[in-house]
């Protein structure tokens, strides 16, 4: 009899410790509008998928406007990101981004392109079992085209460097 209920508890237990294989976060600027701004290549959206060491990001950002002359921004990153170091609730990491970001005017012919490289170094403290904080302040290097079919002038690209989401917060959910 022991043995039957002994080895479902040993699987919980097992189970437990592993390592939640799947996050799910969502930028808290969603939520209080107060903090820092983001920079804008940071996802507002973010899948996490651990395997082994490695975690695999897939993040996205959709912000849609009616009114005349208003930005809309899609966006699609994807990366990786690697714990270096686990202390308590405490989690440190780093890792890189790639993006493309597409910037359509309403009601113009006009549309900005971006793509780049975001390199970043995040904490992480765990606030449950399955919900945690996180913030990855980083670097980015972006490259920022222009397209105005009716342009008089065409504009020159851009590339930019510098350093993005100072004071980012992330809400997590793993499971």
Request: glycine share 8%.
């Amino acid at each position: 009899m022991l043995f039957i209920f002994g080895v479902p508890a040993q699987a919980q237990d097992s189970e437990s410790d592993q390592a939640k294989q799947h996050t799910v976060g969502i930028s808290a600027r969603r939520f209080m509008n107060v903090l820092f701004k983001e920079a804008d290549y940071a996802p507002e959206l973010l899948y996490l998928h651990q395997r082994g060491k490695v975690v695999y990001r897939l993040g996205v950002n959709l912000s849609t406007s009616t009114s005349e002359n208003a930005f809309n921004t899609y966006l699609l990153s994807i990366g990786v990101q690697k714990t270096f170091k686990k202390s308590g609730k405490w989690e440190f990491y780093f890792g890189s981004d790639v993006f493309y970001q597409y910037e359509p005017v309403t009601g113009k012919e006009l549309a900005y392109h971006s793509a780049g490289l975001l390199p970043f170094f995040g904490v992480k403290y765990a606030l449950s079992s399955h919900f945690s904080l996180s913030t990855e302040p980083g670097f980015y290097g972006v490259y920022r085209s222009k397209y105005e079919p009716d342009a008089f002038i065409e504009s020159p690209d851009v590339l930019g460097f510098g350093m993005m989401n100072i004071g980012y917060l992330r809400l997590n959910f793993s499971f």
